[in-house]
């Protein structure tokens, strides 16, 4: 059976995107594969964040992906910071990743924004804790949305040269899994932007304890153009806006944004920005019930995020050893 890898990262409330681009894809791998998904908290430091509310933000991204289907009985669900071998790793490939590699990824640049001399190492050396996370367990195939691919394509390397320096065919290839219509759920505000929970506006995204009031009322702020929708998904050429719109209702009613055209051609925005509240409504309601009961007892979730960080230790502790070992570094006596 195949390992898979996946995280996300406690810096907000999960947003369409996240669920879209990623979550639900995760659960059903967990039918064929051995699934590792976890709450990247170390992540969550590279950037401004506020200490006092990051314990119980981990907690509920916990409940939120457990909502979802990613249950600790069906996968192995835990915290990054709770398993130390993440940080041992990503400190050899801190040493193995080079500058040049790491000076390409486009997530730095927009992240560090125009400040760059004032932007933390972590957030630059933030890849490298990504291939750590993976490799660790040796997971071959890592569920994302279309913004990790790069980084995604940069953990091979590492992989290719910490083989190369220490130890033939150590670490796997790994394989991006970039899944449907919705790889790139775009913002609301702006069709050429993606969905995210960092974005200053609210406006931007819907997140996924949105009640019904406040997600009709984005879908109705969201930008859109006059034109009617046409037949033809060619058609949204050059629309971003409208494009995104059809795949979100695609996406969330199980369809291709195709036939979403079909159903909806020669409709204008106001009736169908009235389908898709309808649809995310009827989807997102359930889960958040689920993640509400679940929050009302926070000592079962860590209990359960406790089970997994030991089960992910019992994984990823031997092979960070190992990794240690062909490092050169003298074993504990
Ligand atoms: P994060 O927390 O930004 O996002 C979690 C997942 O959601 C996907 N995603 C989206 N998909 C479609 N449309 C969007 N607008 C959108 N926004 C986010 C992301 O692609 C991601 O799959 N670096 C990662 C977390 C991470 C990780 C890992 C992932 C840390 N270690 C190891 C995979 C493997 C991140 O910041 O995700």
Redesign the pocket.
């Known amino acids: 059976m195949q390992r898979v890898?996946?995280?996300?990262?406690p810096?907000g409330i999960p947003?369409l995107?996240?669920y879209?681009?990623?979550i639900r894809n995760w659960v059903p791998m967990m039918r064929d594969h051995e699934c590792i998904y976890?709450v990247?908290d170390l992540?969550a430091i590279t950037q401004p964040f506020d200490p006092k509310a990051l314990a119980s933000q981990t907690r509920e991204m916990a409940a939120a992906l457990m909502a979802c289907g990613v249950t600790p009985d069906r996968c192995v669900l835990f915290v990054q910071s709770h398993v130390h071998a993440h940080a041992r790793l990503a400190w050899i490939f801190n040493c193995v990743a080079r500058l040049g590699w790491l000076n390409r990824m486009t997530q730095f640049k927009d992240k560090a924004g125009k400040d760059r001399e004032n932007a933390g190492a972590g957030l630059y050396v933030y890849p490298n804790l990504?291939a750590a996370?993976?490799l660790a367990y040796h997971a071959t195939r890592?569920p994302?949305?279309?913004?990790?691919k790069q980084?995604l394509e940069l953990a091979n390397d590492i992989a290719q040269k910490f083989n190369h320096d220490f130890g033939e065919t150590f670490f796997p290839p790994i394989e991006p899994i970039i899944q449907g219509v919705?790889?790139?759920?775009?913002s609301l505000r702006d069709g050429t932007r993606?969905?995210?929970k960092s974005d200053p506006s609210d406006q931007s995204r819907i997140n996924l304890t949105d009640d019904a009031d406040t997600i009709a009322l984005k879908i109705r702020r969201a930008k859109t153009d006059a034109e009617p929708l046409p037949a033809e998904l060619a058609a949204l050429e050059g629309r971003p806006e409208a494009r995104n719109l059809v795949g979100i209702l695609a996406a969330i009613t199980g369809q291709e944004p195709q036939q979403v055209l079909r159903a909806h051609e020669g409709q204008g925005f106001g009736t169908f920005k009235g389908v898709l509240t309808d649809a995310l409504v009827a989807h997102l309601g359930p889960i958040q019930a689920e993640m509400q009961r679940l929050l009302d007892d926070p000592a079962a979730v860590d209990a359960g995020l406790r089970r997994g960080a030991e089960k992910a230790a019992a994984i990823a502790e031997p092979i960070v050893a190992r990794a240690e070992a062909l490092v050169g570094f003298l074993p504990r006596g």
């Open positions: 890898f996946s995280g996300i990262q810096s947003t995107g996240n879209l681009g990623a976890c990247v992540h990504m996370d993976i890592v994302v949305g279309e913004d990790q980084h919705a790889a790139r759920v775009m993606k969905m995210s």
